[in-house]
């Protein structure tokens, strides 16, 4: 015995809904004007027999305790099952178009937004909250989204009847049929709004530029995006508002950038401080850190402060700050300070501009080359 609910390709606690449209959608395939096969014939006979039976709810009922092939006890129809369709209807709204749905609702869920965000680096590294100006629509205040002046409704269409759909005749390869169209008065409403509201002209909402607070937590980085849900534009005829979104945009810091979590920042020292050692100041995000600079340090030495760099997004503690040293070289030096070099070179027995005696230059070794000729 075939299951219906597998013909149909839906679940056993499937509603009648879902039951209909699976069934619609493999009618259009299996439809002998379509797929004139014999195995496509047979399939749609018994696809019909399973929308007779579970489209019924008394019969689906008894189907569901029973098992029994015609639900209710009584012979099955042939030929495709057409009589338990609702008549012709469903096959015709298949092909044919229409739905008999009703008429459409004027309510429609309004659009997300976007704006961007710039804030600075120590904003994005602790959190802040900022101020941010939205032009959007907003549901309107006078007619609260009716879309109607105050003291009228909306009108039954005299075209449709109210229901949104006007049905024509028309010849097919089964004869006459009914064809189902959008009413073209309505708009497939239902209803027509004879007297709209003059502050939204009958959308019920209207533009409007409105002030924000948005928390931006700590550890946003640039790209990021805040959810911001049912803070987007109001929908038509008092529908749902959209979401907004918020993308964060960071400026360049002078001092630091961002790794990842980790803030870096360069320091510069003279190449005496370096040579003897120094405390070097650096006010970071967290306030004044005193750096210390053992003697002999070397251009591009890193000293790692822990704790000191941007908060993780998701928890977890924060980054850290890396502080990379600078040696600088004096450019410009006077007489008695080249003296100076130059005595300081002959008590390191190094020769000035060249690598000391350990690690001695090219040239050094070339022309003790020469020499030894």
């Known amino acids: 015995m075939t299951d219906y609910y597998e013909a149909l390709g839906v679940d056993r606690d499937a509603s009648t809904e879902e039951i209909k449209k699976a ?4 009618a259009r395939k299996l439809h002998p004007d379509v797929n004139p096969s014999e195995e496509a014939a ?6 019909g027999r ?6 019924d709810e008394e019969r689906r009922r008894n189907y569901d305790a029973t098992g029994d092939e015609n639900g209710r006890g009584g012979p099955s129809f042939g030929g495709g099952g057409f009589g338990g369709f609702g ?19 004027r309510t429609r869920r309004g659009q997300d937004s976007l704006i961007r965000v ?20 907003v549901t309107c205040s006078v007619c609260d989204g009716t879309c109607t002046r105050e003291g009228s409704t909306p009108t039954t269409c005299s075209d449709c009847g109210g229901h949104g759909q006007i049905q024509r005749p028309m010849r097919s390869i089964l004869g006459t049929v009914l064809q189902t169209e959008t009413c073209a008065r309505c708009s497939g409403f239902g209803s027509i709004i004879e007297d709209p509201c003059q502050e939204c ?15 931006i937590p700590a550890g946003v980085d640039k790209g990021n995006r805040i959810h911001l849900a049912g803070e987007g534009e109001a929908g038509l005829a008092g529908g749902p508002s959209g979401d907004l979104y918020i993308e964060v945009d960071v400026r360049a810091h002078e001092v630091f950038t961002r790794r990842g979590n980790d803030l870096h920042a360069t320091v510069t020292v003279p190449m005496t401080a370096a040579a003897l050692g ?8 967290d306030g004044e850190e005193q750096i210390e600079v053992k003697p002999g340090t070397q251009s591009g030495e890193v000293f790692t402060l822990r704790d000191r760099g941007v908060q993780h997004l998701r928890g977890g503690g924060r980054g850290a700050l890396k502080v990379h040293l600078k040696v600088e070289t004096p450019q410009k030096l006077s007489e008695r300070q080249k003296e100076l070099l130059r005595e300081l070179a002959e008590e390191r027995d190094e020769e000035a501009g060249e690598s000391t005696t350990e690690h001695r230059g090219v040239f050094t070794k070339l022309r003790e080359a020469w020499d030894s000729l």
């Not at 047979?42 to 696809?47: G, N, S």
């Not at 399973?50 to 489209?55: D, F, I, P």
């Not at 120094?278 to 970071?284: G, K, M, Q």
Request: hydrophobic fraction near 35%; aromatic fraction near 12%.
């Open 50 to 55: 399973a929308y007779e039976v579970l489209s």
């Open 201 to 215: 002209d009958g959308q019920g909402r209207v533009r409007e530029r409105r002030t924000l607070k948005v928390k």
């Open 23 to 26: 069934y619609r959608k493999q």
């Open 278 to 285: 120094t405390t070097v100041s650096l006010d970071t995000f």
């Open 87 to 105: 008549g012709f209807g469903d096959i015709f709204e298949t092909f044919f178009g229409g739905g008999g749905g009703g008429p459409a609702s």
């Open 118 to 137: 710039r804030i600075d680096l120590q904003d994005a590294a602790f959190g802040t909250t900022k101020e941010v100006e939205v032009e959007t629509a």
């Open 42 to 47: 047979e399939k749609f006979k018994v696809l």
